[in-house]
Protein backbone atom coordinates (compact mmCIF):
# COMPACT_ATOMS: atom_id res chain seq x y z
CA UNK A 1 0.00 0.00 0.00
CA UNK A 2 1.20 3.21 -1.12
CA UNK A 3 1.29 5.85 1.09
CA UNK A 4 2.91 9.68 0.73
CA UNK A 5 2.88 11.52 4.42
CA UNK A 6 4.09 15.43 4.08
CA UNK A 7 4.75 18.09 6.99
CA UNK A 8 6.99 20.88 7.39
CA UNK A 9 4.23 23.70 6.23
CA UNK A 10 3.54 26.53 8.74
CA UNK A 11 3.31 29.96 9.14
CA UNK A 12 6.38 32.51 7.90
CA UNK A 13 7.03 35.93 6.73
CA UNK A 14 7.54 37.01 2.93
CA UNK A 15 10.95 36.44 2.53
CA UNK A 16 11.08 33.56 4.65
CA UNK A 17 11.92 29.58 3.98
CA UNK A 18 10.09 26.50 4.53
CA UNK A 19 11.45 22.74 3.45
CA UNK A 20 8.55 20.57 2.68
CA UNK A 21 8.91 16.62 3.45
CA UNK A 22 6.87 13.61 1.86
CA UNK A 23 7.76 10.20 3.24
CA UNK A 24 7.50 7.68 1.37
CA UNK A 25 6.10 3.75 1.70
CA UNK A 26 5.52 1.42 -0.27
CA UNK A 27 6.84 2.97 -3.17
CA UNK A 28 10.21 3.68 -3.57
CA UNK A 29 11.86 7.17 -4.65
CA UNK A 30 14.73 5.36 -6.86
CA UNK A 31 11.60 3.90 -8.71
CA UNK A 32 11.90 4.82 -12.50
CA UNK A 33 8.57 7.38 -12.17
CA UNK A 34 7.96 10.82 -10.94
CA UNK A 35 7.15 12.55 -7.88
CA UNK A 36 5.85 15.84 -7.54
CA UNK A 37 4.49 19.03 -5.41
CA UNK A 38 0.63 20.66 -6.07
CA UNK A 39 -0.95 23.15 -3.68
CA UNK A 40 -4.05 24.18 -3.67
CA UNK A 41 -5.40 27.53 -2.19
CA UNK A 42 -9.36 28.14 -1.33
CA UNK A 43 -11.43 28.26 -4.09
CA UNK A 44 -8.54 27.99 -6.81
CA UNK A 45 -7.67 25.07 -9.06
CA UNK A 46 -4.50 22.39 -8.04
CA UNK A 47 -1.43 23.73 -9.22
CA UNK A 48 1.27 21.85 -10.54
CA UNK A 49 4.56 23.15 -8.22
CA UNK A 50 7.58 20.98 -9.01
CA UNK A 51 8.25 18.04 -10.42
CA UNK A 52 11.07 15.11 -10.43
CA UNK A 53 11.94 12.52 -12.93
CA UNK A 54 13.98 9.72 -10.49
CA UNK A 55 16.05 8.14 -13.49
CA UNK A 56 17.12 10.96 -14.90
CA UNK A 57 17.03 13.20 -11.68
CA UNK A 58 15.07 16.02 -14.22
CA UNK A 59 12.95 18.78 -12.82
CA UNK A 60 10.50 21.20 -13.87
CA UNK A 61 8.84 24.18 -12.28
CA UNK A 62 5.88 26.24 -12.61
CA UNK A 63 6.65 29.73 -13.82
CA UNK A 64 5.93 31.04 -10.37
CA UNK A 65 7.87 28.42 -8.66
CA UNK A 66 10.75 29.04 -11.09
CA UNK A 67 14.37 30.41 -9.11
CA UNK A 68 12.68 29.93 -5.63
CA UNK A 69 11.71 26.52 -5.26
CA UNK A 70 13.65 23.07 -5.80
CA UNK A 71 12.37 19.32 -5.30
CA UNK A 72 14.52 16.54 -4.34
CA UNK A 73 14.91 13.33 -3.25
CA UNK A 74 16.82 11.62 -0.49
CA UNK A 75 16.63 7.77 -1.75
CA UNK A 76 18.07 6.77 1.46
CA UNK A 77 15.52 8.46 3.39
CA UNK A 78 12.73 7.61 0.92
CA UNK A 79 11.72 11.00 1.17
CA UNK A 80 10.98 13.33 -1.75
CA UNK A 81 11.51 17.73 -0.31
CA UNK A 82 10.64 20.55 -1.67
CA UNK A 83 12.44 23.40 -0.52
CA UNK A 84 11.26 26.64 -0.65
CA UNK A 85 12.81 29.81 -0.27
CA UNK A 86 11.83 33.68 -1.26
CA UNK A 87 8.17 33.06 0.06
CA UNK A 88 5.26 35.10 -1.09
CA UNK A 89 1.91 35.95 0.53
CA UNK A 90 0.47 34.37 -2.91
CA UNK A 91 2.39 31.02 -2.09
CA UNK A 92 -0.07 30.33 0.40
CA UNK A 93 -2.05 27.55 -0.19
CA UNK A 94 -2.40 23.63 1.41
CA UNK A 95 0.58 21.58 -0.88
CA UNK A 96 0.65 17.70 -2.01
CA UNK A 97 2.70 15.56 -2.58
CA UNK A 98 1.78 12.93 -5.20
CA UNK A 99 3.49 9.72 -7.37
CA UNK A 100 3.09 8.88 -10.45
CA UNK A 101 1.14 5.64 -11.49
CA UNK A 102 -0.25 4.40 -15.08
CA UNK A 103 -3.80 4.52 -13.85
CA UNK A 104 -3.34 8.40 -12.97
CA UNK A 105 -4.67 11.40 -14.04
CA UNK A 106 -2.77 13.61 -16.01
CA UNK A 107 -1.54 16.58 -14.96
CA UNK A 108 0.99 19.12 -16.13
CA UNK A 109 3.58 20.70 -14.00
CA UNK A 110 6.44 23.17 -15.51
CA UNK A 111 7.51 21.62 -19.02
CA UNK A 112 6.43 18.03 -17.71
CA UNK A 113 2.66 15.74 -17.80
CA UNK A 114 2.39 12.70 -15.89
CA UNK A 115 0.05 10.80 -14.36
CA UNK A 116 -0.64 10.95 -10.54
CA UNK A 117 -2.81 8.26 -8.43
CA UNK A 118 -0.79 8.62 -5.09
CA UNK A 119 -1.41 11.68 -3.19
CA UNK A 120 -0.70 12.68 0.83
CA UNK A 121 -3.02 14.27 3.03
CA UNK A 122 -1.46 17.72 2.30
CA UNK A 123 0.44 20.23 4.85
CA UNK A 124 -0.65 23.79 4.95
CA UNK A 125 1.39 26.60 4.23
CA UNK A 126 0.74 30.38 5.31
CA UNK A 127 3.04 33.66 4.37
CA UNK A 128 1.75 36.68 5.75
CA UNK A 129 3.22 40.00 4.13
Known amino acids: QVQLVESGGGSVQAGGSLRLSCAVS?????????FAWFRQAPGKEREGVGI????????SYADSAKGRFAISRDNAKNTVYLQMNSLKPEDTAMYYC?????????????????????WGQGTQVTVSS
Open 26 to 34: GYTTSSDTF
Open 52 to 59: IYTRDHST
Open 98 to 118: AASHAFGAWYTVGQTRGRFAY
